[in-house]
């Protein structure tokens, strides 16, 4: 009984050493011409297109920097700030009303204390996460955002 347990119990040690193996080859590195170089932005699928974008721009100054169309009328928006960094893609498409189903979308800012007081006064519910860092906003449809400052090391 002691043979075969062991002997078991050595088996299958063998074959959890073979896998763990096997998942730790790394897969070979992508070409450095076509590797991702960045996580470009965020996407999210709205009810109402147009009235998204006005809401992204009026309230929180962001800019259209591209307008995809199908059959003569925008379907999609990339939406972007003044500086370069990251985009968001507004999606017109069908979905149950609500937030998407995904977490949020970070907004970077030098000062998210004070960014979420001006929205606040403009009637834009606001919750603070952490203290001078992290405050939450939702757009028209529930969708999260978070304004962020990184915290000063």
Do not use: C, H
Request: hydrophobic share 50%; charged share 15%.
């Amino acid at each position: 009984m002691i043979r075969s347990t062991t002997t078991a119990a050595l088996a299958t040690a063998a074959l959890l050493g073979f896998a763990a193996a096997a998942l730790a080859q790394a897969a070979p590195p992508l070409d450095p011409a076509v590797a991702p170089a960045r996580i470009a932005g965020s996407g999210l699928n709205v009810m109402d297109l147009e009235a998204q974008k006005a809401w992204y721009v009026s309230t929180l100054g962001m800019t259209v920097t591209a307008t995809y169309q199908r059959g003569g009328a925008p379907y999609e928006y990339v939406m972007g700030l003044n500086a370069p960094g990251a985009i968001l893609a507004l999606l017109k498409a069908p979905r149950p009303p609500g937030p998407n189903g995904f977490g949020r979308v970070i907004l970077e800012t030098p000062d998210a204390k004070a960014l979420a007081g001006v929205l606040a006064a403009k009637g834009v519910p606001m919750r603070e996460v952490v203290p001078n860092v992290a405050y939450f906003i939702t757009d028209p449809e529930g969708n999260a955002i978070e304004l962020y400052t990184p915290p000063t090391r």
